[in-house]
C-alpha cells in the first residue's frame, strides 16, 4: 500500500431526538456494548491490520460536551491509543466534522497532501472490516469514496416524458445502517419470531 499514514474523523455528537431518548445515541448499548465502543473497536481492528502493512492510523472524535469525557473513559479503558483526540462537536453535523479537520490539523504530524482522511459516523457501530478496506482503497484510487450496498426499490430515470426503469443490481445505495434503526427495530419486536428476523435483517452488516 503506497501510503504511510490514514487519519479518520469519527462525529459522535448526536443526540438520538428521533429514538425519543434521553440518552446520547452513542451510548445505548447493542448487545451489551455501547454504539461508540463498537465503532472504536472496527477501527482498532482495522488500526492492526493496517500496521502490518506499515500504515499508522490515527483518529479524532467528535462528540457533545458530556460525550467528550465519556469517550475519553471509553478509550483509556480499552487502550485505543490509535484515537488521538476527543473534540466537543458544533450545532449541526458539519460543523462537528469540520470541528475534526481542526483537530487533526492540530496533531504534531497533521495530513498532507498524499494522506488519506476517512470520515465515519459513530452510530454506524457495525460497519465490516471488508467495508472500510474497500473505502480505502477507492480513497487511494479515486480521491474520493463512499460506502454503497446494492438497491433494493425501483429506481426511475425521467427524460422529458421517456422513463427508464433500472435494473436494481446494478445500481448501489450510499447506505450503512445507524445504531438508532438497528436497535429500535429489535426493541419493537413484538415476540421472539419478530425479533429474530429483525436481527437477521441487520446480521449481513456486522460481519
Known amino acids: ?11 459522535a455528537a448526536g443526540l438520538g431526538t428521533r429514538m425519543n431518548t434521553d440518552t446520547n445515541k452513542q451510548f445505548l448499548e ?8 463498537r465503532t472504536l473497536r472496527a477501527f482498532k481492528e ?10 499508522t492510523l490515527m483518529a479524532v472524535v467528535v462528540a457533545n460536551k458530556d460525550g ?9 479503558y480499552n487502550k485505543f491509543d ?8 458544533g450545532d449541526s453535523r458539519t460543523e462537528s466534522v469540520w470541528r475534526g479537520i481542526e483537530a487533526l490539523s492540530d496533531l504534531p504530524f497533521p495530513p498532507g497532501d498524499n494522506d488519506i482522511v476517512l470520515i465515519h459516523d459513530g452510530a454506524r457501530c457495525l460497519v465490516d472490516q471488508d467495508t472500510l478496506m474497500n473505502c480505502l482503497e477507492g480513497g487511494l484510487s479515486y480521491d474520493v469514496c463512499a460506502a454503497a450496498v446494492p438497491v433494493k ?14 435494473e436494481e443490481q446494478s445500481l448501489d445505495e450510499e447506505y450503512i445502517p445507524s ?14 419470531k419478530t425479533c429474530i428476523a429483525a436481527m437477521k435483517k441487520w446480521n449481513k452488516y456486522s460481519n
Open 179 to 192: 445504531a438508532d434503526e438497528i436497535v429500535n427495530d429489535i426493541l419493537n419486536s413484538k415476540d421472539a
Open 46 to 55: 482495522f488500526t492492526d491490520t493496517l500496521d502490518k502493512s506499515g500504515v
Open 153 to 166: 426499490s425501483t429506481i426511475k430515470q425521467t427524460y422529458g416524458v421517456q422513463e427508464e426503469i433500472n
Open 68 to 76: 467528550v469525557y465519556k469517550i475519553n473513559g471509553i478509550c483509556r
Open 30 to 37: 447493542v448487545a451489551g456494548m455501547t454504539g461508540i465502543e
Open 1 to 11: 500500500m503506497d501510503i504511510k499514514r490514514v487519519f479518520v474523523i469519527i462525529p
Open 82 to 89: 490509535f484515537v488521538k483526540n476527543v473534540v466537543e462537536g
